[in-house]
T-cell receptor
Framework: AQSVTQLGSHVSVSEGALVLLRCNYS??????LFWYVQYPNQGLQLLLK??????LVKGINGFEAEFKKSETSFHLTKPSAHMSDAAEYFC??????????????FGGGTRVLVKP | DAGVIQSPRHEVTEMGQEVTLRCKPI?????LFWYRQTMMRGLELLIY????????DSGMPEDRFSAKMPNASFSTLKIQPSEPRDSAVYFC???????????FGPGTRLTVL
């Protein structure tokens, strides 16, 4: 069975500091990987995704993530945090096998607080 | 593109009443998902449809919950009778085969008194 682990349910960063959100997955086949962001009282919005090809992917709002197969990780980073980055972030995995269908498995989420 | 549309955005009802949540997926998407989000349990997949057919309903909490997708552009999630522990935000999402990513609606915040 696949699973997604996000280290740290809450992260606090200072404005202008590096944002690093960790995501590890377990899967027997190479998955598609996603990061979503959820602002208060809104639905989940796609930040970026990895399917195939280049392992470093860039997303919206200055975020990027790197797929590391050997570490089964897909950590999300942003060099300089902005107050508007305060939100909850979810890592998700989709197994690209027929039996898995189109389902995503989500991590537990990491809530980011940005301090002025 | 209007995105995934959900209605109502907010619903307040009393215990024992029937609640119906509605979703219109993005045109051309062939899979639709219903999720529930609470502080205690996080984001849970309730059921998903592929080409209007329910594929996996293992996340539906109990028989009080039911979902239908009569056509490619409409789905409902019904709770009958509702209970206070059903209070949550319910999200609908849709996707196509090719992209992989799911597109989420704004959610329906349900409060059962």
């Amino acid at each position: 069975a696949q699973s997604v682990t996000q280290l740290g349910s809450h992260v606090s960063v200072s404005e202008g500091a590096l944002v690093l959100l960790r995501c590890n997955y377990s899967s027997s086949v190479p998955p598609y990987l996603f990061w979503y962001v959820q602002y208060p009282n809104q639905g989940l919005q796609l930040l970026l995704k990895y399917t195939t090809g280049a392992t470093l992917v860039k997303g919206i709002n200055g975020f990027e993530a790197e797929f590391k197969k050997s570490e089964t990780s897909f950590h999300l980073t942003k060099p300089s945090a902005h107050m508007s980055d305060a939100a909850e972030y979810f890592c998700a995995v989709r197994l690209m096998i027929k039996a898995a269908g189109n389902k995503l498995t989500f991590g537990g989420g990491t809530r980011v607080l940005v301090k002025p | 593109d209007a995105g995934v549309i959900q209605s109502p955005r907010h619903e307040v009802t009393e215990m024992g009443q029937e609640v119906t949540l509605r979703c219109k997926p993005i045109s051309g998407h062939n899979s639709l998902f219903w999720y529930r989000q609470t502080m205690m349990r996080g984001l849970e997949l309730l059921i998903y449809f592929n080409n209007n057919v329910p594929i996996d309903d293992s996340g539906m909490p109990e028989d009080r919950f039911s979902a239908k997708m009569p056509n490619a552009s409409f789905s409902t999630l019904k709770i009958q009778p509702s209970e206070p522990r059903d209070s949550a935000v319910y999200f609908c999402a849709s996707t196509s085969e090719r992209g992989g990513e799911q597109f989420f609606g704004p959610g329906t915040r349900l409060t059962v008194l």
